[in-house]
């Protein structure tokens, strides 16, 4: 294997973000040592900490050191310091334009229980060993959070609008991703009731006539937030639109266990993506060395996977996290059938002693 060299825009963001970053760079810093690549990061200020340096939360030059980078690791952004920042200032404002700025339009959420946490899943026994280990394929830089925003006195009004073209671009990945799992895809939309539900669901019918090994189905998004609850084992893959992918994936990261296990990526047309954990700062955390890195640590394994083309390394970083799940270790959010508590710093660390080439 060819040693690389990568610069990557590390956010750290608010909140638990840099404590959670924090743990995922050491572990990438082991990786570059075991495997002799060069990691690179370039801080870049974005969501309320930029607020407070230079009243904006994504200026244009931290907006271009992403662009510049090989891919973004982000930790999280907002908190209710920045609660009264006009709607166009927000931290999350940042968020919205970087996703934007990078053309990542495809953000890909597991929903998978590891075997060591399936105690800590909410969900009936019963329920959870049926399997959970399904894929939400999320647009993102379209609909609701993307159109038109504006209030007029007592009437606030946000626009929802998709092409035809920007569901045939997500709807692919959907197809393709399926394509590479059990070939079968839950289209999940709101066609009862909205015109943009109608057009997502004609066009993914369209798509379906090219892809005749994948089995689509429809769902109502509503249906499907019970599904979830209900029966998690009948989905592989399931893509939807903006506003409706951020719900359901929060809903469907808890049946595995904690918000905190779960990574995403967000790729585009090139190989520089974004990866995130899925959860928010958790202001209610923030600053006490609690919270669980280990969502920022695979997202960071994506990113070694998808953007860098290093499987290996990704792997090895999934199997060093099996590894300190099965000594028992556990961060608060999934204490909840007792472990060694460790907190967020520790945990980092042990992941890295778990590291090992190869495995
Ligand atoms: P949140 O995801 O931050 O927290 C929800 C709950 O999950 C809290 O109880 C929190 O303590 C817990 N939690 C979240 N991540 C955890 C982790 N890694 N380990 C342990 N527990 C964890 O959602 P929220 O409270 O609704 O939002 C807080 C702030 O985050 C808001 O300002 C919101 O706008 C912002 N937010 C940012 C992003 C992002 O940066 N991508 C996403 C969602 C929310």
């Known amino acids: 294997m060819f040693s ?62 992403c662009l510049e980078s090989d891919s973004v690791l982000l930790g999280a952004v907002g908190g209710d310091k920045w609660n009264d920042v006009p709607g166009d200032k927000r931290p999350e404002k940042g968020l919205l334009k970087l996703r934007a700025g990078m053309g990542v339009y495809s953000n890909n959420r597991p929903a998978k229980i590891w ?34 925003h ?29 394509r590479k799992r059990n070939k079968k895809l839950c289209s999940v939309e709101k066609s009862n009731v909205l015109d943009s539900s109608r057009l997502w669901k004609k066009v993914m019918h369209r798509l379906a006539e090219e892809y005749p090994d994948i089995e689509l189905s429809d769902m109502l998004v509503d249906n499907c937030a019970m599904q979830i609850v209900k029966n998690p084992a009948q989905f592989d893959v399931v893509v939807t639109e903006n506003m409706f992918g951020d719900i359901l994936s929060d809903e469907a990261s808890m049946i ?32 006490k060395d609690m919270a669980n890195p280990i969502g920022t640590i695979l997202s960071a394994a994506m990113m070694l996977r998808f953007s860098f083309d290093m499987p290996d390394e990704a ?17 608060a959010d999934i204490m909840s059938e007792g472990g060694n508590l460790v907190g967020c710093s520790k945990c980092g660390e042990l992941i890295c002693e778990n590291l090992r080439k190869g495995c």
């Open 256 to 287: 595995t266990g904690s918000i905190g296990m779960i990574p995403s990526s967000s790729l585009g047309s090139s190989s520089c993506g974004l990866y995130e954990p899925i959860h928010g700062s958790a202001p209610d955390i923030a600053g």
């Open 115 to 148: 075997p060591q946490l399936s105690s800590a899943s909410p969900l009936k026994k019963s329920i959870v060993d049926a399997g959970i280990d399904f894929i939400i394929v999320r647009e993102l830089i379209g609909g609701i959070y993307f159109g038109e």
């Open 315 to 331: 792997t090895a970083i999934e199997n060093a996290v099996s590894e300190y799940l099965d000594k028992g270790y556990r961060t």
């Open 150 to 178: 504006k209030t007029e006195g007592d009437v606030a009004t946000d626009v929802l609008k998709y092409s035809e073209a920007e569901i045939e671009r997500i709807g692919r990945i959907g197809f393709e991703t399926a």
């Open 4 to 65: 690389l060299n990568k610069n990557i825009a590390v956010i750290r963001g608010d909140g638990i973000g840099p404590e959670i970053v924090n743990q995922a760079l050491k572990v990438l810093d082991k990786v570059a040592e075991l495997y002799g690549h060069t990691f690179t990061y370039t801080d870049v200020d974005m969501g309320g900490c930029a607020i407070d340096k230079y009243g904006e939360p994504l200026p244009e030059a931290e907006l271009k050191k």
